[in-house]
């Protein structure tokens, strides 16, 4: 669960420098190569764990509880990566299709690879809107195509994908990853993986404004409490803010490689995969 942003907070965002600070709550470890976190509205925190790239079948989502203890909550999927919740489902994005999980931990595809407008090379974050749909990031295979397979897809609630913006559309559009929504469904944030920076998209016109940069492998974003946006570098292991008082600060450094980091439903505490690590560290934001 995270909080969402009106896009009022945006209007003045530039680059600026400092640091801020936070510390570490708690650090587990154990986990298969974590890539994204999802805490829903009692508190339990959700980890995607992707396990060994490209071998199928032996990915599996964990659950923390709020005791603390972690145990499988669904398992058998590819690479899955970015979480998102819609209700009481929780939506994965695993390789090249789109899971749904109940409850119970059982799963099935809610959106298969051919129902994309192009074959899927490596499915990223997942972020809801409030109307019920999903919107993907396609990061493409950067080595091979080049950038040229990147894209955001929306998906509708009876899973029906649409293109939001591809490289076709608009070259800046490499590897796009993680992603962020504002509360109508029109403006959505998103970081490049392949240039590190952070873009402003206006869905309705198409119109791409650049926010920030310097985020060097941009993964995830979140929203705080304090209406800042968290990106999270998976190449040089840190976490960046980015507020609405213009100011883009170094929040933490010292993890192996920041995957798609989530937040607490207080929009207090930010929750760090860290992939080669195979820890999840709770960090709290003062």
């Not at 009022?8 to 600070?21: C, E, F, K, N």
């Not at 979480?83 to 409850?103: N, Q, S, T, W």
């Not at 990031?137 to 009876?158: F, V």
Request: glycine share 12%; aromatic share 8%; charged share 20%.
């Amino acid at each position: 669960m995270q909080n969402r942003f009106t896009t009022g907070m945006l209007a003045l965002l530039m680059l600026a420098s400092g640091i801020a600070h936070a510390h570490d709550v708690k650090k587990l470890s154990g986990f298969k190569a974590p890539e994204s976190v999802v805490a829903d509205k009692q508190g339990r925190v959700f980890v995607s764990e992707i396990g060994e790239f490209n071998k199928d079948g032996d990915g599996q989502i964990s659950v923390v509880g709020t005791n603390g203890r972690v145990k499988v909550f669904a398992k058998g999927m590819n690479d899955p990566k970015g979480l998102a919740f819609i209700g009481e489902h929780l939506y994965v994005a695993d390789k090249d299709r789109i899971l749904k999980v109940a409850p119970n931990g059982s799963w099935t595809v809610f959106v298969d690879k051919s129902a994309f407008p192009a074959p899927p090379l490596f499915l990223n974050d997942l972020e809801p809107d409030l109307q019920g749909n999903l919107y993907v990031s396609e990061s493409g295979d950067i080595e091979k195509k080049g950038g040229t397979a990147g894209a955001i897809y929306k998906i509708n609630p009876a899973g029906k994908v649409s293109t939001i913006i591809n490289h076709q559309q608009n070259p800046r559009i490499m590897a796009p990853n993680g992603l962020l929504m504002d509360d109508t469904g029109d403006v959505l944030i998103f970081v490049d993986f392949a240039t590190g920076i952070l873009y402003r998209l206006d869905i309705p016109n198409q119109h791409l404004i650049q926010l920030a940069d310097g985020f060097g492998g941009g993964d995830g974003l979140v929203l705080s409490a304090n209406n800042s946006i968290y990106i999270s570098d998976f190449l040089n292991g840190k976490i960046y803010s980015l507020s609405i008082e213009d100011e883009v600060k170094l929040v933490k450094e010292g993890f192996q490689s920041v995957a798609d980091i989530g937040i607490t439903p207080d929009g207090k505490t930010l929750l760090v995969p860290d992939m080669k690590a195979g820890t999840v560290t709770w960090v709290h934001l003062h």
